[in-house]
């Protein structure tokens, strides 16, 4: 029987199988179960995990990756997890502590993290064209094709991932205001880690169901895709340009969130590549 902690990686959607999390060692798995329940499970990508928090927490301790990559976490989370490591293992304890990766927003004064942030739809412009909605981590978003759409705020993660794929740019971040007690936070990050795996488990139903005509059009659906070993009614050709093209809108917006904290004329350059390999899809 897996300990009280470790339950978190029991009965896991199938995007997260490559992670082989159940042939780890207990105490492994353990860790990345601590890492994973202290981040704000936004699974907004920008640690460069697209697919969710707990990847990133499992690299953290398999792969050594640096811990301070949560950005919506801030200083708070980045020492957190510091301080996991460090009782799991007593040589990291002299290494000096790292340096939260900067957020674009400014830092919140009661929680010291960077400021909380909430998408909202200017209903009046929306074109109902839907693309945000598979893009949603936590199903927050709700609306049918050519009717204008609405995001739920009190769901939203503030991950920002729903502001790429809209045409219209009708989407805007809002900034809230608001103190959570420890446990109320905890609380919460459980309720929006629920909600991003009920996404992941509804997405791979979807997938499975040949009746469905619904295309692939994001990283975690390619994933989900191929993890399900499930063969989409489209040609191969078709079936390669949309994975491509997931991939490539990936990194696409990866690029652009990196290249909105700080300039970096390398980078300008590769997104602007990747674009043009995009558009040639």
Not at 68 to 75: F, H
Not at 146 to 158: A, P, W
Request: hydrophobic share 35%; proline share 6%; net charge negative.
């Amino acid at each position: 029987m897996p300990s009280t902690t470790n339950a978190r990686l029991v009965s896991l959607p199938i995007l997260f199988d490559t992670l082989a999390l159940d042939a780890l060692p207990n105490d492994v798995q353990e860790q990345i179960a601590q890492i994973d329940a202290c981040l704000p499970q936004t699974q907004c990508g920008l640690c460069a995990h697209p697919d969710g928090c707990l990847p990133y927490a499992a690299a953290i301790v398999m792969d050594g990756e640096p811990y301070n990559k949560c950005v919506p976490g801030g200083q708070p989370v980045t020492d957190s997890i510091a301080d996991i490591i460090t009782r799991n293992n007593i040589a990291t304890a002299d290494k000096p502590l790292l340096t939260a990766t900067p957020s674009k927003w400014s830092l919140d004064s009661l929680s010291q993290r960077p400021h909380e942030v909430r998408a909202v739809i200017r209903e009046d412009d929306c074109i109902g064209c839907t693309k945000c909605i598979p893009a949603c981590p936590v199903d927050a978003i709700v609306g049918t094709g050519k009717h204008m759409h609405t995001i739920f705020t009190d769901l939203c993660t503030g991950c920002e991932l729903c502001i790429d794929p809209c045409p219209v740019d009708c989407i805007d971040l809002v900034t809230i205001e608001r103190e959570l007690s420890i446990p109320e936070r905890a609380q919460e990050q459980d309720e929006l880690r629920q909600r991003y795996h009920t996404h992941l488990h509804r997405v791979t139903e979807q997938l499975a169901d040949s009746s469905n005509a619904k295309p692939v059009v994001s990283m975690v659906e390619a994933k989900l895709n191929n993890a399900a070993s499930q063969t989409l009614d489209i040609s191969e050709q078709q079936a390669k340009d949309t994975i491509a093209a997931a991939k490539l809108r990936t990194k696409i917006k990866k690029l652009e969130k990196q290249l909105s904290v700080r300039d970096n004329a390398v980078k300008q350059a590769e997104l602007i590549t990747l674009q043009t390999q995009l558009a040639q899809i």
